[in-house]
């Protein structure tokens, strides 16, 4: 009984950061949250293949986002970014279903969604997996299921991110990134990151790239001071949230 009465969103279900107030466990160190360091090839292997980083910087806060069009996980839809940006924000998330951080802040995410969604817009855009079975496998991946070789083809990417959707009951749009990672690079969205459009098409907020400067409650900061700016009909100041490169 105690333990939901933290669910501090009123949203009916705990997330992450639920559970660790809750508990107060000691903070966990990063090497432990695998299956330990990889070896200096494997690291090589995936910088070049952008799973553990882009090699591009994506747009700078106060820069024009990007225009992209991706099909939905579904494939019934395909969404336009410009076509978003206007009404209101647009919460661009980035990520993917091996990369842990992206798995335990989902939850977060979802209530960010749930809270501010008749506010703000929020889509999803599935990346190059992080850490593949042929690449920089991690122990907790085969532990929870998430253990997936990086697709090769846009088909086997299509399913891996319908299995993230719906293992982790994201209520989102979720789009998929093409299988030459365009979106992904330009917006230096891998291993995970999260932006802030704002009605005129600029970034707001950039975090820092994943897998530790992926923060949805220092996003979810520039969202809300973004929408007293719309609701106050001022023009906004120069953005300060934006994390490293």
């Not at 070049?48 to 820069?63: A, C, T, Y």
């Not at 959707?165 to 230096?188: E, N």
């Amino acid at each position: 009984r105690v333990l939901f009465r933290s669910d501090s969103g009123g949203e009916g279900f705990l997330s992450l950061s639920d559970l660790q107030e809750a508990f107060a466990p000691q903070a966990q160190s990063r090497s432990s949250a695998g299956s330990g360091r990889p070896s200096k090839a494997t690291l090589v292997r995936g910088l070049f293949r952008q799973e553990i980083g882009s090699l591009q910087p994506g747009p700078r806060v106060d820069e024009s986002a990007p225009d992209f069009t991706l099909k939905t996980n579904d494939g019934k839809a395909e969404i336009t970014l410009s076509k978003l940006v206007g009404a209101r924000p647009v919460v661009l998330v980035f990520g993917s279903f091996t990369c842990g951080p992206f798995r335990g802040q989902s939850g977060n995410i979802e209530k960010l969604y749930r809270r501010y969604k008749d506010r703000a817009t929020f889509v999803m855009v599935y990346v190059r997996d992080a850490h593949p079975t042929d690449g920089w496998r991690m122990e907790s991946n085969d532990r929870v299921g998430a253990a997936t070789a990086q697709p090769k083809t846009y088909e086997e990417r299509v399913e891996v991110a319908q299995k993230c959707g719906r293992v982790l009951s994201l209520g989102f749009p979720m789009l998929v990134d093409t299988i030459d990672d365009a979106v992904g690079a330009r917006y230096s969205g891998m291993p995970g990151r999260l932006y802030v459009i704002d009605r005129d098409g600029k970034v707001a907020f950039k975090s820092g790239r994943g897998p530790y400067l992926f923060k949805p409650a220092e996003m979810e900061q520039s969202l809300v001071l973004l929408l007293q700016e719309d609701a106050a009909g001022r023009d906004p100041k120069t953005r300060v949230f934006q994390r490293g490169e």
